[in-house]
């Protein structure tokens, strides 16, 4: 027995069965038969994970209302713009939006962000109920990749439909899609790419279809480059031990590696006008600060692969149901596949997972970046990986003997790790529970080749362990990940977020004014989730140059300032042509709105201004970008302890007092108000009126060790100096302002030399009719004498090559197809 040949090239189950005497109704049911295996995963998949999340009570499931947490509430606002683009209500295209952070680039998120085919479901259901939709995307993609690897494991050898069906869950349900992934609907792509470039792998070994394998990966990389590009190098793991495994010749192993060569590097180009422009913007992005990677302990890795676990933070989910584990220890034992089978695929599945341990390869993995977050995103290779051992083990009938032993080693490293730091408390029940009916299970299927009627129950039993585990540990993730700080649920009703929506369009208008959504947030992109155009706005692609016109303006701002949020400041208001804004209302979950003059969106500067204040002060750099002077900044008077301090400062009577301590997290108080600090995350913030005395005191209570406002955190607005300005703006500035999707047209009274400014920021990709240039971090042009028209335009950097290579790619996928018609005419 252990000098079996190794496994011949193999095709689908049913394509092997030979069939002498076919008739209709047999192709029918060999036809029926391929869909049931992938039907059953899809079903048990996506139904586990629903029931889950019923048991929790959370959305869209029980009472708990809109109770989205922090991280998923960033990517519903995305689906939202998606819904407005397609339905003809954006402000702005695929290219560029104008809704959020003042204009940003959106086609590098549209590709990061959407990319998942499953987003575009959100277009068919009405707009205030997106949120349902982006829920439905992650058992919908779940229960697609359980039904293609169903349909892989079939490729790599025959089965019974349904016993790949049952594992074709496993894979869907795997700890990496229920703890990292069910929140995020665009890395779930990769769970989806990881079978289907297995298949394409299968096509490259038989020597066909290789338009199809071009197809795929660029399916695979249209949806998630990020996920997709682990997929890849999973799907070079699975090449490599498939010509390890198999009886090939030299000449057939050097034709699949050239199919699969030319097919991935075909498909990836493809894609190349949504990933060049994605690469370039990344290159282009507010630099992070992410910590090298540091791996966790080997008794915490290890904890990872055992069912129903979830560890705390960014520490590895690697487990499969204890049904897969079983069989996939089995493997190794199973004498009836050929030895040199269980040594590649042994030895491949423990080198991938190894890999995530060294921080060499843990750099391939990611791109040879570091990760921003939990850095073990590539776990679902492994999980794949193991379920593809499984199957090689089912399929060749596993002695209930060696399923026991290895089912006693589960048990045994269970009790092992048990004192594990955040060892799960619903890991006992799955591995003695789950695994004992596992057992059970596979005992009964054994003794069903001589007992048919065990196999019906086998059967049951099997597709009842992987739902209920598995509904266990994805409610067991739920709940877990509840409970950390990033994630804490954002309860909103759905009357407040309709009269939020409802209050920001009353006060509409695009492009004659901005309006800006207000706060509290509700989600990082409350622009685009409700039709606004303040600042308030999350990208990883968001530019640096953003960043850095923002920030100095006293912005609040978060991740290493790739998020930005409003601030209610008239002077900001003014730069930014904002004219309307909304805020909460007397009662609670209730709006109100309000309208102010604001000057348009391209302004006039007819020479240099420098404010009078401190250079290091806010209020003065907000002064340079205005053109006036309009605030009083006043020396402050520090006194009391580390933890409340206290400032004192002399305005003039009947001004409006400001503050800013970006280095300061508590709350700080004037005139019998209180509010909340969150140091850099609060931008400027209004204290009120200054009385007749004309003095400010300021309390602010923080636990921020060793520092303190700042030399100049107090600031005195002239409401009567800036409605001159407003006006002198508004006067010089364009009578007429076009927008498109990504374009801007402005008509501006005649006038001498002088500069327009426009209120977006300069970031990379604006072209303008006249060469463009950055005042104070916006996008300004030269006017010369007796200009009266300003044009500029947006195009993502790396487009039209992106296009051209697309194009090229296409052709040649054309060709090849073309050609292979022919010759099979011939």
Not at 43 to 49: E, G, K, Q, Y
Not at 251 to 273: F, H, K, V
Not at 808 to 822: D, N, S
Request: hydrophobic share 45%; glycine share 10%.
């Amino acid at each position: 027995m252990g000098t079996a040949a190794p496994e011949p090239a193999t095709v689908d189950v049913d394509a092997r069965i030979p069939s002498p005497r076919a008739t209709p109704r047999r192709t029918a049911v060999r036809a029926a038969g391929r869909l049931y295996g992938p039907l059953l995963a899809f079903l048990v998949t996506s139904a586990a994970f629903c029931a889950a999340w019923a048991a929790r009570g959370t959305f869209p499931f029980g009472d708990t209302g809109r109770a989205l947490n922090d991280q998923a509430n960033q990517y519903v606002p995305f689906h939202r713009a998606l819904w407005d683009l397609v339905h003809g209500q954006a402000a702005g295209d695929l290219l560029f939006t104008w809704r959020g952070g003042f204009g940003q680039q959106f086609l590098s998120d549209y590709h990061t962000y959407l990319g998942n085919p499953f987003s575009w479901l959100v277009v068919l259901v009405p707009r205030a109920h997106v949120d349902l939709a982006v829920f439905a995307i992650t058992p919908v993609t779940m229960g697609t990749a359980a039904a293609l690897m169903t349909l892989y494991l079939g490729k790599l050898h025959p089965g019974p439909w349904w016993q790949r069906g049952v594992l074709g869950a496993t894979y869907g349900l795997c700890g990496w899609a229920l703890s990292d992934a069910s929140y995020i609907p665009m890395w779930l792509w990769g769970l989806v790419a990881l079978p289907m470039l297995g298949i394409a792998v299968e096509w490259c070994l038989e020597e066909r279809r290789w338009p199809g394998v071009a197809l795929l990966v660029a399916l695979a990389w249209f949806g998630n480059f990020y996920t997709a590009m682990m997929a890849t190098m999973a799907a070079c793991v699975l090449l490599a031990v498939r010509m390890l495994t198999r009886e090939m010749t030299g000449g057939q192993r050097l034709r699949a590696l050239w199919r699969a060569a030319t097919g991935a590097g075909t498909g990836i180009a493809l894609t190349l006008p949504l990933l060049l422009p994605s690469f370039l913007s990344s290159g282009s992005a507010q630099p992070t600060e992410a910590a090298a990677f540091d791996p966790v302990r080997i008794e915490i890795f290890l904890s990872g692969m055992l069912p129903a676990t979830h560890l705390w933070g960014g520490r590895p989910r690697l487990y499969v149901a204890s049904l897969g584990v079983i069989l996939a220890g089995a493997f190794v034992l199973n004498t009836a596949i050929a030895r040199r089978t269980r040594l590649v695929w042994a030895a491949a599945t423990l080198l991938v997972v190894a890999s995530f341990q060294f921080p060499p390869t843990q750099y391939v993995w990611h791109g040879l970046a570091v990760p921003n977050g939990n850095p073990y995103r590539e776990a679902f290779v492994f999980s794949g990986m193991v379920v593809v051992v499984a199957w090689l083990s089912l399929a060749h009938r596993p002695r209930p003997l060696h399923l026991a032993l290895v089912a006693a080693l589960l048990v045994a490293a269970t009790f092992v790790l048990r004192r594990t730091d955040d060892f799960g408390g619903w890991t006992w029940p799955a591995v003695l529970g789950g695994g004992a009916v596992s057992l059970l299970a596979l005992v009964l299927l054994s003794l069903g080749e001589r007992h048919r009627r065990l196999v019906p129950v086998a059967a049951a039993l099997m597709i009842g362990v992987v739902f209920a585990e598995s509904a266990v540990a994805a409610a067991n993730a739920d709940a877990r990940r509840a409970r950390e700080r990033w994630a804490k649920p954002i309860a909103t009703s759905n009357r407040s977020i309709g009269e939020h929506f409802a209050a920001v369009r009353g006060v509409d208008g695009w492009p004659a004014y901005r309006t800006d959504s207000g706060a509290p947030q509700t989600s990082y992109n409350d622009a685009l989730a409700l039709r606004a155009e303040g600042p308030q706005y999350y990208s990883s692609y968001l530019p640096e140059a953003t960043y850095q016109a923002l920030e100095p303006l006293g912005y609040g701002f978060k991740n290493d300032g790739r998020t930005f949020f409003g601030a209610d400041n008239p002077v900001l208001d003014a730069i930014f042509s904002i004219g309307a804004r909304v805020r909460p209302g007397a009662a609670p979950g209730t709006w109100t709105a309000s309208k102010f003059p604001a000057p348009p969106l391209v302004t006039v500067r007819t020479g240099p201004f420098t404010s009078p204040h401190p250079a290091d002060s806010v209020y003065a750099r907000q002064e340079n970008v205005l053109g006036a002077s309009v605030y009083q900044v006043p020396q402050v008077t520090r006194g009391g302890t580390a933890s409340e301090q206290t400032y004192a400062a002399a305005c003039a009577p009947g001004s409006e007092a400001y503050w800013f301590s970006p280095a300061l997290y508590g709350t700080v108080s004037a005139g019998g108000a209180e509010q909340p600090l969150e140091d850099q995350m609060t931008g400027v913030t209004r204290l009120g009126t200054v009385p007749a005395s004309g003095r400010v005191d300021v309390t602010v209570r923080t636990r921020t060790q060793g520092a303190d406002a700042g030399q100049h955190p107090l600031g005195c607005l002239d409401r009567a100096a800036l409605d001159t300005a407003v006006s002198r703006l508004t006067a010089t500035g364009a009578a007429r302002v076009d927008v498109g999707g990504h374009s801007i047209e402005a008509t501006l009274p005649p006038g001498a030399d002088r500069t327009a400014v426009l209120a977006v920021t300069a970031a990379p990709g604006w072209q303008c009719s006249a060469p463009a240039k950055s005042f104070h971090g916006l996008l300004s042009v030269h006017l010369p004498a007796g200009t009266d028209k300003l044009s500029c335009t947006f195009t993502p950097r790396g487009l039209t090559p992106g296009l051209a290579g697309g194009a090229l790619a296409l052709m040649v996928l054309i060709g090849a197809t073309v050609t292979a018609a022919r010759r099979r005419r011939a």
